[in-house]
């Protein structure tokens, strides 16, 4: 049963990660319960490549109960079927304080933009009607994320809504979840802005003879074409993976700098060096040693703020919660996994 019950939960992974409105880079997870056993994707695994990678790790219940009682979120390696040692997902025990048998937690971008609005959960009230759902607040992940889930758990819930995060849904068997997830997903598609065409001439003449180039993805300039999405994205962090992977805010250029001026005065202010700039009305440049887990988020980070309406306020995680995530082992962990694969 375990080996036929891991191969779905393999082909799920593996079709969720591929959809970068659902998962980027290393972030989301995917579990199976399996009698007194937990199987969880390893941290900082790549749900895309899950048909590819063996990164499916087995908890025992028991474990995760004696992390959750000591409020100890530094879990022991465990080891694959292939015998890999590997960290399991840091949120391995909000996998386990849900009872249902399979959890799906993904970043979606539909989601986030409703979670991240001031009056989110109103909004989804009418569109999540007929589900059983929760909104949870902001917290913390791993631990704390799954200790506030827990007050939530005697309602069973399918579906839940974290607040400035993703999305979590679960069901009893792989295809159920995944029904349930299409379900929210459609539920939740809307319209989102358009965008002017990035002015390309202006771009070139401020990379030239620099350590930046020119966005390689399209769609990324859109983020500083749109005048409410360029001011929206440096307002802050909006997600975790956010400012893990791409900094504390989004840098723009103002019109008297050059771009490396525009880089020291966000560093001076956040003590991040910035591995994009926008260049309001213009486009986006990128540092060249940019990485693809920081470019998947940096989509993630344009399509979320497209679809959050304008002059709809907008809820960022306070400093102090940034901090915390910029500075967590954790998540320090999942960026050294992502830049030994990129």
């Not at 199976?32 to 695994?45: F, H, N, P, R, Y």
């Not at 065409?197 to 030239?208: F, G, H, I, S, Y």
């Not at 409410?228 to 504390?248: E, H, K, M, N, W």
Request: aromatic share 6%.
């Amino acid at each position: 049963m375990a080996n036929e019950s891991l191969r779905e939960l393999t082909e799920l992974s593996a079709r969720i990660g591929s959809n970068l409105d659902l998962v980027q880079a290393g972030g989301g997870n995917t579990s199976i319960k399996e009698a007194d056993t937990l199987w969880v994707k390893a941290s900082g695994k790549w749900l895309a490549r899950a048909a590819q990678e063996d990164m499916f790790l087995p908890v025992p219940t028991a474990d995760i109960d004696r992390q959750l009682k000591a409020e100890d979120e530094k879990f022991p390696d465990y080891r694959t079927r292939e015998g890999v040692a590997l960290r399991p997902s840091v949120e391995t025990a909000v996998h386990a304080v849900l009872p249902q048998r399979v959890i799906i937690h993904v970043h979606s971008v539909r989601t986030i933009a409703w979670a991240a609005q001031a009056n989110g959960k109103e909004g989804l009230t009418p569109l999540l009607a007929g589900l059983k759902w929760s909104w949870i607040p902001y917290t913390h992940p791993g631990i704390p994320l799954a200790i506030r889930i827990q007050e939530e758990a005697q309602k069973r819930p399918d579906v839940l809504i974290l607040q400035n995060h993703g999305l979590v849904v679960a069901g009893d068997d792989c295809a159920a979840a995944e029904t349930l997830l299409g379900e929210v997903e459609r539920r939740l598609t809307g319209s989102s802005r358009s965008a002017s065409t990035p002015d390309t001439e202006r771009l070139r003449r401020l990379v030239d003879g620099s350590e930046w180039e020119i966005a390689h993805a399209a769609e990324a300039h859109d983020l500083a074409t749109d005048i409410v999405s360029c001011a929206i994205a440096q307002g802050g962090t909006i997600f975790p993976d956010q400012c893990v992977y791409l900094g504390p805010a989004a840098a723009v250029v103002e019109a008297y700098e050059t771009l490396a001026e525009a880089a020291q005065r966000y560093q001076a202010r956040y003590n991040f060096a910035p591995l994009f700039l926008l260049v309001a009305g213009a486009g986006v440049v990128t540092k060249r040693e940019m990485n693809r887990a920081a470019y998947e988020l940096l989509l993630c980070l344009k399509r979320v703020i497209e679809r959050i309406p304008t002059n709809e306020p907008v809820t960022y995680l306070p400093a102090d919660q940034v901090a915390r995530l910029m500075n967590w082992d954790a998540e320090k962990y999942r960026i050294a996994m992502a830049k030994a694969k990129n």
